[in-house]
């Protein structure tokens, strides 16, 4: 793990052999060129306030960084050698008093194993140095428009100081975004412990919930519960806005509202993930309100737990990713039969969707830094990808039954019900990490009760 430098800046990792060792892999995979990658851009969200400021997945990947303002550049000297500059904010006195600390350029290149560091107002006069002896500039167009229209500026000003030469007026334009993306899907150790602690956070959160919801509390009472819980086990933030969803709630499947309150009987979904050193869980569970599922609530529970473990069974390096969404549809179908909702031969249901009223939304994504994360998901002709090992994929079926959906027996309507768990594909199969967030129906009722004791 990472060392994490609190009270300079949550997302801190100073650990520059590992940062150099990505950049070094990264270069190699890309071959020859420059390298430019700004971070994430502060945001304004209203009067003087800004968004709370995340640095750019990528960047802080291949850097550690954690301020904005900071652009890395990087190219390949020799086999597996490679120099970087990062440009960053210098220090300031007096912005510091408003802002906090920064690193400035002298602790940036002291702390983040650069070979060089640059003020940021440099950047635009130094680019066309930098450029000068590369035929290839490594940099994803279309992200910022801004950070675009000021690079195509400064082309067109490198080019006209060369126009005598009849050289070509800019370098050719490659997007490293697809070879970063390879090599974040692939989690490396750090990655993985980053992971290990994301997910404990979560799990931790998640219990929390369970033993504090009762009837009569608002949704979001709920959420402080979950994610104190996230605070206190290391991680600055979520990965993503928490879902806390109780009752008809559940069947809304981006609920944010979480405002709701929660009443005896219900069934309360959460979908909630800790980051930590910028990696994040992603976790569902579903649990009733006053703390034993009502027979109609355990019998959907049952379906939904059955093909989430078929799901997980389909995990294994070289399966296609979306195995787990056949075993799970394929799951998901029989028990819609023996709910009473469908009619019919289940392999001709499942070949007609018949669950989709039901099952609208896919069973997994990637998961890393970034919730839906990089990596993909179709080859060529439009195949599916094999899971490779050291990936980690999410196994999420749920079943959402509307509260006036007439094609539903009565006593399930209003019954939403989504388990998620997060699988690491390992050499042998895979590994669930988030296993110890209760699932099964007894373990789900103990920790519903866990406050009472
Ligand atoms: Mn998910």
């Keep these: 793990m990472p060392r994490h430098t609190l009270g300079v800046s949550r997302d801190t990792v100073i650990d520059p052999a590992l940062h150099r060792a990505r ?5 190699e995979s890309l071959g020859d060129g420059l390298l430019l990658l700004p971070t994430a851009n502060e945001l304004a969200r209203n009067g003087d306030v800004q968004f709370e400021f995340r640095p750019g997945s990528d960047f802080h990947f291949l850097t550690g960084f954690p301020e904005p303002g900071a652009v890395l550049a990087a190219w390949r000297t020799g086999r597996n050698a490679h120099r970087s500059v990062l440009f960053v904010r210098p220090r300031d006195p007096e912005r510091e008093i408003w802002d906090g600390r920064r690193f400035g350029v002298t602790g940036a290149q002291r702390s983040f194993g650069v070979d060089e560091a640059l003020p940021i107002a440099e950047l635009w006069e130094r680019l066309p140095g930098l450029l000068e002896p590369h035929a290839r500039l490594f940099h ?55 992971m290990r602690a994301a997910a404990a956070a979560t799990v931790a959160g998640h219990r929390a919930a369970m033993a504090a919801a009762r009837p009569g509390m608002l949704e979001y009472e709920v959420q402080i519960a979950l994610e104190g819980e996230f605070r206190r086990h290391g991680s600055p933030r979520n990965g993503y806005p928490s879902i806390v969803a109780s009752g008809p709630n559940a069947c809304v499947l981006h609920y944010h509202d979480n405002d709701r309150k929660l009443k005896k009987g219900d069934l ?61 549809v394929r799951s998901l179908t029989r028990g819609l039969v023996e709910l009473g909702v469908l009619r019919g031969e289940v392999a001709t249901l499942v070949q007609k969707n018949a669950f989709k009223p039901f099952y609208m939304h896919g069973t997994s994504h990637w998961l890393g830094r970034d919730v839906h994360d990089v990596g993909a998901y179709e080859g060529a002709r439009g195949r599916p990808e094999p899971m490779p090992e050291n990936a980690v994929l999410t196994v999420e079926p749920g079943l959402y039954f509307g509260s006036r959906d007439t094609r539903v027996p009565t006593e399930l309507r209003g019954i939403g019900v989504r388990i998620e768990d997060d699988v690491l594909v390992t050499r042998g199969g895979n590994e669930v990490l988030t296993e110890a967030a209760p699932k099964r129906i007894a373990e789900v009722e103990a920790a519903c009760r866990a406050a009472d004791q």
């Design 268 to 328: 309360l979904l959460i979908d909630a993930g800790a980051e930590v050193h910028g990696v994040t869980a992603d976790v569902t569970r579903t649990f009733p309100v006053s703390g034993r599922f009502s027979p109609p609530q355990a019998a959907v529970y049952r379906v939904v737990l059955r093909a989430q473990l078929a799901g997980i069974k389909a995990c294994r390096p070289g399966a296609p990713w979306n195995a787990p969404h056949k075993a799970c």
């Design 23 to 27: 950049r070094s892999r990264l270069l």
């Design 140 to 194: 994803r167009l279309t992200h910022d428009a801004d950070f675009d229209a000021r690079l195509l500026r400064c082309l067109a000003k490198a080019a006209f100081a060369r126009r005598r030469r009849q050289a070509p007026a800019h370098p050719m334009i490659a997007d490293p975004v697809p070879a970063i993306a390879a090599l974040r899907l692939q989690k490396d150790a750090a990655e993985l412990a980053a």
